[in-house]
Structure formats: C-alpha cells, structure tokens
C-alpha cells in the first residue's frame, strides 16, 4: 500500500513492501509503523515523510529509520555517535571569536538572526501521540522550569497559552516571525503534530524579544535566541546561557548515536538550526539554483513564513541542514562561513 501511494519521499524510497510487512511492532506507546510514515502517504511531494512518534520508534522502527537519517545527514549510521560542544576552547582564557564577515556590503544584506535548538521532555511522547490530558501535563511542567529565568536579567520573560492570547496578538507576531503559525504545515498535520490545536502550546518571551521558547509547536520545546542584522555572537551567547540554564530543570532525551532526539528526524544530534533572513534580490531569481549552492554547502534555503513556503520578495532564510554528526560549535560556524560565500556569489552576480 504504502509503495504505491507515496511519490517523492525519503520514505517511498527505503519502504518496499517487504519492509512494509516486516515493522509490525509497536513502540511502549502504542506507535506503528503507520504513525510514522503517514504523512508521506498524505503529502506526496513531502521530501522527507518520516516522523518519530515517540523516542522509542527510532529503534523499534530502525530498517526505516536509518536509511532516511544516513540519507538526509549525510552520516554513516554503524560509526555515527553523538557529539556536542556548545563553545570552543578557551584560548589564553577567551573564547574564539566567530570569523568576521569579509566585506562591509554583507551586513546590509543580513536582516536578522535567530538559532534555536529543539528538545524532548524524557516521559513523555512527541507530538503526535500526546493524549489532551499529557499534552496540557507537559506544559505546566515545562512552565514551572521557566521561573529559573527570573534571576536571569536578560533571560526573564512572560509565558502566554496560545487559549489566553487574542487573535490580534497571534497575528501580530507571526509577522514578526516571533511565534510561530497556526497549523499550517499539512506534512506535520498528518503526523498528529496539530492535534488537540491550540491547547497546551504557547510561548515564553523577554521583554527585548530576543529569546523565546516555544512550547509544544513541533518539538516539545524549542528554544530560541534571535536579533536584529548580522549578530550571531550575541545571539549564541544567548541561547548557550539559556540551554545550559534549562538542562537543569528538565531531562531531556539523548541518545548515545543519535544525539538529542525530536519529532522529525532531520532535527536530530545537535537539534540546532542556526539561521539568517537574508536579501538576495540577484540569486533569489534562480531558486533551484540557490538550492543546489546551499545543499553543495551543507545549507538549506526556505522562504521566512515556513518551511513548505516560498518567498515572494527574494528574502530568504537560509540554514544549516545537518544537525547531527558535527558539534553545536561546528555547525555554527559552517552555517556563518557558508552565508558569506552566497554573499559573495549575490554581490558578483
């Protein structure tokens, strides 16, 4: 069945029949083989289509879910094992600087910028198999973690329950790309990741609105530090302050081959996307083109309103794809290094 109705997918590609037939078990929770490839049986054009329902599918479900990781990683799964390192060494006591950008011209082409790391609460299922009472569970214990911001002068903020905020606030900072869209996403609707919408989900933000965290949008929680124009240092500094805060409130899941585990496979190891919105008005007209010059440096490009959208003023936002199999610090660096060379392809086109 499943060979027949899926098109495009990684998971039309490693799901024969035989296989199909072979992935009858059910993880602790009650997942099947079914949950997970579903919405690449609903999406068609889905490139990946493959979701974790729970921690335990990825290896209860192992002959899918490997080749779909290797694939889309890059990695070799019988060697692969997880790495993290948040900062570099010290060197004579401080920390390295970020390499700065080669020419002036490319900080007007950066308008903002944003990395944010996905978790897993350990105890509870992803998104998909919440049950409404587990879901609203999950919140109020990720919501009682949060008070350890308040000694925190820059970390301290308010939470807001999607059920409590008006309709005006919603819209108004989905526009500034500070929370994120009402169910929208049909890949990640098919996996259950809109069920119960919207109880249980809400935000966390400082008054600057340059950290925030998400609860219970895709991941369980995704933490996010953000800023205006080319400002990667501070904004990392930021979010390392704020993950090393919150790993001492709530366990999260880590696998020793995996790293950090999530909801969609493509944001597991480090869960980390580190990002910029970017103008670029000459090699935003060829977009397979800036698809292929992003994959050949290991970086991604999407439209600013989602990941399933296109841009429609040549501003992008544009990513590291790899998460897994580098450090934090690696990928940091191979995303800041990777936007300059776009930049100097845009600035020479």
């Known amino acids: 069945m499943?060979?027949?109705?899926?098109?495009n997918s990684l998971v039309k590609k490693h799901l024969n029949a035989d296989l199909w037939k072979a992935l009858s078990n059910r993880t602790s929770f009650g997942t099947t083989i079914y949950d997970c490839i579903v919405s690449a049986i609903d999406n068609p054009k889905s490139k990946v289509g493959l979701y974790a329902l729970d921690a335990e599918a990825y290896n209860v479900f192992?002959?899918?879910?490997?080749?779909?990781?290797?694939?889309?990683?890059?990695?070799?799964?019988?060697?692969?094992?997880?790495?993290?390192?948040?900062?570099?060494?010290?060197?004579?006591?401080?920390?390295?600087?970020?390499?700065?950008?080669?020419?002036?011209?490319?900080?007007?082409?950066?308008?903002?910028?944003?990395?944010?790391?996905?978790?897993?609460?350990?105890?509870?299922?992803?998104?998909?198999?919440?049950?409404p009472e587990k879901r609203v569970e999950l919140e109020q214990k990720i919501v009682a973690s949060l008070k350890a911001f308040n000694d925190h002068e820059?970390?301290?903020?308010?939470?807001?329950?999607?059920?409590?905020?008006?309709?005006?606030?919603?819209?108004?900072?989905?526009?500034?790309?500070?929370?994120f869209n009402d169910g929208e996403?049909?890949?990640?609707?098919?996996?259950?990741?809109?069920?119960?919408?919207?109880?249980?989900?809400?935000?966390?933000?400082?008054?600057?609105?340059?950290?925030?965290?998400?609860?219970?949008?895709?991941?369980?929680i995704r933490i996010i530090s953000m800023e205006q124009g080319a400002s990667?240092?501070?904004?990392?500094?930021?979010?390392?302050?704020?993950?090393?805060?919150?790993?001492?409130?709530?366990?999260?899941?880590c696998d020793e081959k995996y790293g950090y585990l999530t909801f969609c496979p493509t944001n597991i190891g480090t869960g980390l996307r580190a990002s910029?919105?970017?103008?670029?008005?000459?090699?935003?007209?060829?977009?397979?083109?800036?698809?292929?010059?992003?994959?050949?440096?290991?970086?991604?490009?999407r439209g600013c309103d989602g990941e399933?959208?296109?841009?429609?003023?040549?501003?992008?936002d544009i990513s590291n794809k790899v998460r897994i199999g580098c450090t934090e610090w690696d990928l940091i660096n191979t995303m800041w290094t990777g936007i300059q060379t776009i930049l100097k392809s845009e600035t020479s086109a």
């Not at 010290?90 to 490319?106: A, I, T, Y």
């Not at 939470?159 to 919603?170: G, I």
């Open 2 to 7: 499943a060979d027949e109705v899926v098109n």
């Open 62 to 131: 192992a002959e899918i879910f490997e080749p779909v990781i290797a694939e889309y990683h890059g990695v070799d799964i019988a060697t692969l094992k997880s790495v993290h390192k948040l900062m570099p060494d010290e060197v004579d006591g401080k920390v390295p600087e970020l390499p700065p950008l080669e020419d002036s011209k490319f900080e007007d082409a950066i308008l903002s910028t944003r990395v944010r790391v996905g978790r897993t609460v350990k105890g509870f299922p992803m998104a998909g198999k919440l049950s």
């Open 154 to 179: 820059e970390l301290k903020g308010t939470y807001t329950s999607l059920n409590a905020m008006s309709e005006e606030r919603k819209t108004e900072l989905v526009q500034k790309h500070l929370l």
């Open 185 to 220: 996403d049909d890949c990640l609707r098919s996996a259950g990741g809109y069920n119960d919408w919207p109880n249980g989900r809400g935000i966390f933000m400082n008054d600057a609105e340059t950290f925030l965290i998400w609860v219970n949008e895709e991941d369980h």
């Open 232 to 253: 990667l240092k501070s904004v990392w500094e930021r979010l390392v302050k704020a993950i090393t805060i919150m790993q001492e409130q709530l366990e999260f899941v």
């Open 276 to 301: 910029v919105h970017i103008k670029l008005p000459n090699l935003g007209q060829n977009k397979p083109a800036l698809d292929k010059m992003c994959n050949d440096i290991n970086l991604q490009a």
């Open 308 to 316: 399933h959208k296109e841009t429609t003023d040549n501003i992008y």
